[in-house]
């Protein structure tokens, strides 16, 4: 069996976060591993409370997984303070796997800030160089590239922004477009897009974190990059289709939808 590790923040509400991240591993056929750098007290409708777990503590789970459970694959999820992510970076340059995906994890559903202002630098300098790839939405890749983005020509250029601090690859998600959803693949090289149509529901809480698991999972599968990106792209949609209905705010999407309709479970 394949193994993949989450390093990312806990959702008390279950949609997001490390329960998202190991929902997606287990969907996919990978058995998954977490390391938790922040616990939110958080639901469908807002976060009351982030804390952090000690950059200490964080790199010690990072050692109990690498010695004796070694990934196939790394999914970076909320990484809130320079500390972090800076035992974050110890234990990658210390254990060295190949497959990294970094979610850039910065405001939630609900619109809380999720990472400090002074931590944005340390991600870009101190993560992204030891990532395979990044996976900003356009806000995100907004912040990451100092560029404006009003369409896809602007999601090229903060690819390239994004890639000259290190990473080999980025997506840059387009779900803030109007119209289609549009994501940017940049490995370098050249420039790929995929077009989906968007689903009209608000039950879109944990989107992004289960995109980036889902590409860590077919990764650590053993598909290529590219491969990797169209195979996240067709799960996250269907789980988005298929997306719960639960709770007052933003529902999470169904990250076991497939099982559930085998099953003759309601979906």
């Known amino acids: 069996m394949k193994l993949a590790l989450t390093i990312a923040g806990s959702d008390s509400g279950g949609g997001a976060g490390i329960q998202a991240d190991l929902k997606t591993f287990s969907a996919l056929g990978v058995y998954g591993m977490s390391v938790i750098t922040s616990v939110t007290a958080q639901n469908t409708k807002a976060v009351l409370g982030v804390e952090d777990i000690s950059p200490e503590m964080v790199y010690?789970?990072?050692?109990?997984?690498?010695?004796?459970l070694p990934?196939?694959?790394?999914?970076?999820?909320m990484v809130s303070s320079e500390g972090i992510i800076k035992s974050i970076a110890k234990g990658l340059d210390e254990?060295?796997?190949?497959?990294?995906?970094?979610?850039?994890?910065?405001?939630?559903?609900?619109?809380?800030?999720?990472?400090?202002?002074?931590?944005?630098?340390?991600?870009?300098?101190?993560?992204?160089?030891?990532?395979?790839?990044?996976?900003?939405?356009?806000?995100?890749?907004?912040?990451?590239?100092?560029?404006s983005i009003r369409g896809v020509e602007d999601m090229k250029k903060a690819a390239?922004?994004?890639?000259?601090y290190g990473c080999r690859a980025v997506i840059?998600?387009?779900?803030?477009?109007?119209?289609?959803?549009?994501d940017v693949f940049f490995d370098g090289?050249?420039?790929?897009?995929?077009?989906?149509?968007?689903?009209?529901?608000?039950?879109?809480?944990?989107?992004?974190?289960?995109?980036?698991?889902?590409?860590a999972a077919?990764?650590?599968?053993?598909?290529d990059l590219f491969t990797s990106f169209k195979l996240a792209k067709e799960y996250i949609?269907?789980?988005?289709?298929?997306?719960?209905?639960?709770?007052?705010?933003?529902?999470?999407?169904?990250?076991?939808?497939?099982?559930?309709?085998?099953?003759?479970?309601?979906?």
């Open 60 to 68: 010690l789970q990072i050692k109990a997984i690498f010695e004796d």
């Open 71 to 77: 990934p196939d694959a790394v999914k970076i999820g």
């Open 95 to 147: 254990f060295g796997p190949e497959k990294v995906v970094l979610d850039p994890v910065m405001i939630s559903k609900s619109g809380h800030a999720l990472l400090k202002p002074d931590a944005v630098e340390a991600l870009k300098n101190e993560l992204l160089k030891r990532c395979l790839v990044v996976t900003p939405n356009i806000p995100e890749a907004q912040a990451l590239s100092g560029i």
């Open 160 to 164: 390239e922004r994004i890639m000259s």
């Open 172 to 182: 840059v998600k387009g779900g803030h477009l109007k119209g289609d959803a549009v």
């Open 189 to 215: 090289r050249e420039f790929r897009e995929i077009r989906s149509e968007k689903i009209p529901t608000k039950n879109t809480h944990g989107t992004g974190c289960t995109f980036s698991s889902a590409l």
């Open 218 to 223: 077919n990764l650590a599968l053993g598909h």
């Open 237 to 267: 949609f269907s789980a988005i289709k298929n997306s719960v209905n639960i709770g007052g705010g933003a529902g999470p999407v169904h990250h076991f939808w497939e099982l559930y309709r085998r099953a003759g479970l309601k979906v």
